[in-house]
């Protein structure tokens, strides 16, 4: 059993921004490592997302970002679930995260349900005549295009992106750490990123 002193505690804690409380229970869970620790609080903070994601969300910000150049503004709305975490710096943190990898990663919507029919059958059609230029049997194309449909919600969807500071998790798994750290309901509700000189 491994001895946890109140300093590796404090130490896991600045690292994570979990509460005490868990995060002496995720060393003594892991005992003392603390990647395995900081694994165990991703998961843990995961599941309990999942479990709030039914929740109502009507308070929250509206958070703007302008890039240093002034060429790319975002603004982005989150919700959560009450006015006390609309105040909180984790929240507000991740707010500011979220407009910056907006004006980064360019994503077009927020999630894959957002897609519209037209963009996805437009794309599909672009990736069967490529695969099939390149003399692919049949059977073969369509699980080339799915692939490859996979890696375009990838491209587009917010949630789906991999993360500008940590490419390893989604803005999704980013997400749903912050609702583990909160433990409330957050949801992105919507974003409009702007360009200089881009077209509307």
């Known amino acids: 059993m491994a001895n946890i002193s109140a300093a590796d505690v404090k130490k896991l804690r600045e690292k994570t921004g979990v509460g005490m409380m868990d995060c002496k229970k995720a060393l003594t869970e892991c005992e003392g490592d603390f990647e ?26 509206i958070y703007s970002y302008i890039h240093p150049g002034n060429k790319i503004g975002v603004m982005v709305e989150i919700n ?20 910056m990898h907006i004006a980064a990663s360019s994503p ?3 999630s894959r349900d957002q897609v519209s029919t037209e963009a996805l059958e437009a794309e599909r059609d672009v990736l069967i005549n490529q695969a099939k230029e390149s003399g692919k ?6 699980k080339i295009v799915d692939g490859r449909i ?51």
């Open 108 to 110: 077009v919507c927020i």
């Open 36 to 61: 395995k620790a900081i694994k165990f609080l991703r998961e843990k903070g995961i599941a309990d997302a999942q479990k709030r994601s039914g929740r109502t969300t009507k308070e929250g910000v």
């Open 150 to 200: 996979e890696k375009y919600y990838s491209q587009v969807c917010l949630l789906e992106q991999p993360y500008i500071k940590d490419m390893n998790i989604s803005v999704e798994d980013y997400l749903k750490e912050t609702v583990g750290k909160i433990g409330e309901n957050i949801q992105i509700r919507r974003f409009t990123r702007y360009q200089l000189g881009e077209e509307e």
């Open 80 to 99: 959560c679930e009450t006015d006390f975490v609309a105040r909180n710096d984790t929240f507000h943190t991740f707010a500011k995260d979220v407009a």
């Open 137 to 142: 049997p049949e059977n073969v194309i369509q």
